[in-house]
């Protein structure tokens, strides 16, 4: 006599899941504001709601959170790149070790987004309403460069979906 099993399982990644990994971005945003005075409350609200919609869309390909200076990041910026996990599981990494003492003098903050291959299949009307539904209207601009390297330092993972966290190393 032989048994055979089969066990499917099926996974969707809801708006808890994008809410979840979108605080965990924000817990982050809050420590640089402890350290560098910027960015603001409703600017980390902002963020955070904006993150949860693009993650639950699929339209996130990469989004930085940092001080420009001369055009380039400069250390403390923080780049998230999203990513499907190919197994059921990934590492979840607790948020925090923003690096504090960095030199900000002289520089703005500011954030800088990239979308999806998901994103550049929508017709024209598709994105502007989903556009229309985002907290604030970011602009076309070209990506600022960078000041040293990014290097991956944690991964937030929840529902089948993973964000890398890359802070920015100075040279």
């Given at each position: 006599?032989?048994?055979?099993?089969?066990?499917?399982?099926?996974?969707?990644?809801?708006?808890?899941?994008?809410?979840?990994?979108?605080?965990?971005?924000?817990?982050?945003?809050?420590?640089?504001?402890?350290?560098?005075?910027?960015?603001?409350?409703?600017?980390?609200?902002?963020?955070?709601?904006?993150?949860?919609?693009?993650?639950?869309?699929?339209?996130?390909?990469?989004v930085t959170y940092g001080?420009?200076?001369?055009?380039?990041?400069?250390?403390?910026?923080?780049?998230?790149?999203?990513?499907?996990?190919?197994?059921?599981?990934?590492?979840?990494?607790?948020?925090?070790?923003?690096?504090?003492?960095?030199?900000?003098?002289?520089?703005?903050?500011?954030?800088?987004?990239?979308?999806s291959n998901t994103w550049?299949?929508?017709?024209?009307?598709?994105?502007?309403?989903?556009?229309?539904?985002?907290?604030?209207?970011?602009?076309?601009?070209?990506?600022?460069?960078?000041?040293?390297?990014?290097?991956?330092?944690?991964?937030?993972?929840?529902?089948?979906?993973?964000?890398?966290?890359?802070?920015?190393?100075?040279?």
């Amino acid at each position: 006599m032989t048994h055979s099993y089969t066990l499917t399982e099926t996974r969707s990644f809801t708006v808890t899941h994008a809410r979840y990994l979108a605080s965990k971005v924000a817990t982050d945003l809050k420590r640089m504001q402890r350290f560098y005075s910027r960015p603001s409350d409703s600017l980390i609200a902002d963020f955070e709601q904006e993150l949860v919609q693009f993650l639950k869309a699929g339209y996130l390909n990469s989004v930085t959170y940092g001080f420009q200076r001369n055009s380039s990041w400069i250390r403390p910026t923080l780049q998230y790149t999203a990513r499907d996990l190919a197994s059921s599981f990934g590492d979840d990494d607790d948020p925090g070790r923003v690096p504090i003492g960095c030199d900000i003098r002289g520089a703005s903050f500011g954030s800088f987004l990239t979308y999806s291959n998901t994103w550049y299949y929508l017709t024209e009307d598709e994105k502007l309403r989903f556009e229309a539904g985002l907290p604030f209207q970011r602009t076309a601009g070209e990506e600022p460069g960078v000041s040293g390297w990014f290097f991956r330092d944690k991964t937030y993972s929840s529902g089948g979906r993973a964000i890398d966290r890359h802070a920015l190393r100075s040279w």
